[in-house]
Nanobody
Framework: QVQLVESGGGSVQAGGSLRLSCVASGYIVEHLCMAWFRQAPGKEREGVAAIDKHGITRSTDSVKGRFTISKDNAKTIYLQMNSLKPEDTAMYYC?????????????????????????WGQGTQVTVSS
């Protein structure tokens, strides 16, 4: 079993930055692929970025050049969000799956699909005002 706890959300003006953190427990992060998803009211959950134990990353086109996913120690991943836009406003969720060989065999769509992930955090709200 894996427990995920997000932090770092908040309110910011357009053009600002935030950094989200996700701490995993119950399983060594090195054996996991982890990702950030977001869900705005009335919209489907969207994959934002993913990272595996090798440091391979995937991200959705709308955040490329603005958001960066990274990992620190064996238990923590981050989402650095720069140049935030009002359309980035959403609840952001950390997700994880057991991922023995990493993201390389997966397509970007697979690695950013909510169906691929088994474990979820409670979410942290990000609000960007214009």
């Amino acid at each position: 079993q894996v427990q995920l706890v997000e932090s770092g959300g908040g309110s910011v003006q357009a053009g600002g930055s935030l950094r989200l953190s996700c701490v995993a427990s119950g399983y060594i992060v090195e054996h996991l692929c982890m990702a950030w998803f977001r869900q705005a009211p009335g919209k489907e959950r969207e994959g934002v970025a993913a990272i595996d134990k090798h440091g391979i990353t995937r991200s959705t086109d709308s955040v490329k050049g603005r958001f960066t996913i990274s990992k620190d120690n064996a238990k923590t991943i981050y989402l650095q969000m720069n140049s935030l836009k009002p359309e980035d406003t959403a609840m952001y969720y950390c997700a994880a799956m057991v991922c023995a060989v990493g993201l390389a065999p997966m397509t970007t769509i697979q690695s950013l699909s909510a169906r691929t992930y088994s474990y979820w955090g409670q979410g942290t709200q990000v609000t960007v005002s214009s």
